[in-house]
């Protein structure tokens, strides 16, 4: 498949629609036939970000809303989920493996480790008290067996 394909969907901040954006990614990336192994992983990938912003980026005031926008160029998967939440004050800081700002969720504040590590790219912008946005690529070849 060649040319460039994209989604955008926004939904309200609601833990409960994290697993709805999953799908809804997943399905998205299916058309580059990824393995289930890289499926697993984006789906990773969408569920740590949405659940930042909707714990972090809104402090789970439902009224808030997240947006995910995907695009798909040749083999190139990119994601990017973003808020209008509170942002994050130091990024640097926010970027330590185990590094949380809400210790009494008991969330292991390894969600941007986990985004580097199951994404090629990862890129993080943000402006505190103006929102979150983070971007990310992911290569998936191609399975096609060329024969001479």
Avoid: C
């Avoid at 590094?99 to 969600?111: A, I, V």
């Amino acid at each position: 498949m060649t040319g460039h394909n994209f989604m955008k969907l926004s939904f309200a901040a609601r833990s409960e629609n994290e697993g709805f954006a999953r799908v809804a990614v997943a399905a998205f990336v299916a058309q580059l036939d990824p393995t289930m192994e890289q499926l697993d992983e984006i789906k990773t990938v969408v569920s740590e970000a949405v659940t930042n912003a909707i714990i972090h980026g809104y402090d789970q005031q439902p009224d808030g809303i997240v947006t995910i926008e995907a695009s798909i160029d040749g083999e190139w998967f990119s994601l990017t989920v973003s808020d209008e939440g509170s942002g994050i004050e130091d990024l640097e800081l926010a970027r330590q493996p185990l590094y949380t700002s809400r210790p009494e969720l008991e969330r292991s504040g390894m969600g941007f480790t986990i985004m580097e590590n199951f994404m090629d790219e990862f890129e993080a912008e943000s402006v505190p008290g103006g929102g979150t946005r983070l971007m990310m690529k992911k290569r998936i070849p191609s399975k096609k067996v060329m024969f001479n």
